[in-house]
């Protein structure tokens, strides 16, 4: 079965510093990756996602997140934070065969501090 | 742009009580799905429709019930709630559960069963 691991609750970046979020998954094969972003009240928006291809995924709002099969990775990045970054972000994934639907991660909250 | 739209946006029901939460997506999309998402549990996948006329369990089945009442509906059924159904509720759409489509959410369901 497939699952999403997202080790950090809470993660805290001043202003203006690289941002890091973590995220493993396990699947059977090769997966398809997403990250989503939650605002307070309201839906789940679609950031990036991999597909096949570069490992290094370019998505919404600066952020980038890099594909790592022998680590089983997709870490979301940012090179510099923003105060409107703050908010909960999930991992996803999907296996590539079958009808399956995308299973996420527990979220992770993302404070930036000016 | 209505994408995905949720009905109602907040209710309270008493222990027992039946109700049915409405889901329409405007994208002409194959596949739905319902999510709860509870604090420090993420978002958990109830039921889903990976196309009109078939419905699938998800992790969290029990107490629900769907019907995808055509291409566009989605609805899930809460037929006797009971206090561990509180949680917001979000519907999502995809365009194909088979491919690397991302999915679409809806602005939530916030549900208090007392």
């Known amino acids: 079965a497939q699952s999403v691991a997202q080790p950090e609750d809470q993660v805290n970046v001043a202003e203006g510093n690289p941002l890091t979020v973590k995220c493993t998954y396990s699947?059977?094969?090769?997966?398809?990756l997403f990250w989503y972003v939650q605002y307070p009240n309201r839906g789940l928006q679609f950031l990036l996602k991999?597909?096949?291809?570069?490992?290094l995924v370019k998505g919404s709002y600066g952020f980038e997140a890099e594909f790592n099969k022998s680590q089983t990775s997709f870490h979301l990045k940012k090179p510099s934070a923003l105060v409107s970054d703050s908010a909960l972000y999930f991992c996803?994934?999907?296996?590539?065969?079958?009808?399956?639907?995308?299973?996420f991660g527990k979220g992770t909250r993302l404070s930036v501090i000016a | 742009n209505a994408g995905v739209t949720q009905t109602p946006k907040f209710q309270v029901l008493k222990t027992g009580q039946s109700m049915t939460l409405q889901c329409a997506q405007d994208m002409n999309h194959n596949s739905m799905y319902w999510y709860r998402q509870d604090p420090g549990m993420g978002l958990r996948l109830i039921y889903y429709?990976?196309?009109?006329?078939?419905?699938d369990k998800g992790e969290v089945p029990n107490g629900y019930n769907v019907s995808r009442l055509n291409k566009r509906e989605f609805s899930l059924r809460l037929e006797s709630a009971a206090p561990s159904q509180t949680s917001v509720y979000f519907c999502a759409s995809s365009e194909d559960a088979t491919l690397n489509t991302e999915a679409f959410f809806g602005q939530g369901t916030r549900l208090t069963v007392v």
């Open positions: 996803a994934v999907r296996e590539r065969s079958g009808n399956t639907p995308l299973v």
């Open positions: 699947v059977s094969g090769n997966p398809y």
């Open positions: 429709s990976a196309s009109e006329g078939t419905t």
């Open positions: 991999y597909i096949t291809g570069d490992n």
